[in-house]
């Protein structure tokens, strides 16, 4: 692909990635996503699975969310209601994400001291 057609692609994913990140509709999803969990589990017990389209959208959605419903946090792997699977790096991510990446201990100790 040539850098033109890729720089014009990249622009309009940004563009559309900010009318999908909007505050407004974020909170929207999430109220909605939170309501129909509740629902489901009181039909049935199971898992739900929610794809984002960027991570700094996942990262909001789950903030939004959380605003709805606190008690399905919890920094603790093992509880909660709700978690967010993000690839990359953790050196890499921005400081206000790095929360929602699952590392050993071991890994946050050696990153820590960089």
């Not at 999430?30 to 129909?36: G, L, S, T």
């Not at 991510?93 to 590392?103: D, V």
């Amino acid at each position: 692909m040539e850098l033109e057609s890729r720089e014009r692609l990249n622009t309009w994913r940004a563009r559309i990635e900010a009318i999908v990140g909007a505050e407004k509709r974020i909170a929207e999803a999430a109220k909605d996503i939170a309501e129909h969990w509740e629902k489901r589990q009181a039909a049935e017990v199971g898992k739900g699975l929610i794809v984002c389209m960027s991570r700094r959208n996942c990262v909001d959605l789950y903030d939004q969310v959380v605003k709805f419903r606190p008690d399905w946090h919890s920094a603790d792997e093992a509880a909660g209601k709700i978690k967010i699977v993000l690839t990359g790096s953790w050196c890499t991510r921005p400081l206000g994400r790095r929360e929602h990446l699952g590392i050993s201990k071991a890994h946050l100790a050696h990153w820590s001291t960089i």
